[in-house]
């Protein structure tokens, strides 16, 4: 009965920004891991980010780093992912997805280790 909607992707220029959210329903986002995955035509599905149940974890893929913030606001039942300095290689279909429990402590990085997934929202960065 999890449901997750993602929304705020579209048309942005390089070097712009975009704040990507994924409320759920049925689920608390408190009570998880959640991360954001993304899918480019003709490539397999990447990490992009992952925050543990508590909030105090965070791991991202290593061509977003330092440009890309996840984050959970538990009183909109609410995942974001804010991306910076966007780049024409960020351009794919994000997702979001509910962790399977491991650890409080722990962020999970594999598609394995995801139970759930929203049905995705497109991102497209021009040069």
């Known amino acids: 009965q999890v449901q997750l909607e993602e929304s705020g992707g579209g048309l942005v220029q390089a070097g712009g920004s975009l704040r990507l959210s994924c409320a759920a329903s049925?689920?608390?986002?408190?009570?998880?891991?959640m991360g954001w995955f993304r899918q480019a035509p003709g490539k397999e599905r990447e990490f992009v980010g992952g925050?543990?149940?508590?909030?105090?974890?965070?791991a991202y893929g290593d061509s977003v780093k330092g440009r890309f913030t996840i984050s959970k606001d538990n009183a909109k039942n609410t995942v974001y992912l804010r991306m910076n300095s966007l780049k024409s290689e960020d351009t794919a279909v994000y997702y979001c997805?509910?962790?399977?429990?491991?650890?409080?402590?722990?962020?999970?990085?594999?598609?394995?280790?995801?139970?759930?997934w929203g049905q995705g929202t497109q991102v497209t960065v021009s040069s």
């Open positions: 925050i543990s149940r508590s909030g105090g974890s965070t």
């Open positions: 049925g689920r608390t986002v408190s009570s998880y891991a």
């Open positions: 997805g509910l962790g399977v429990p491991i650890r409080d402590d722990y962020v999970p990085i594999r598609l394995f280790e995801y139970g759930a």
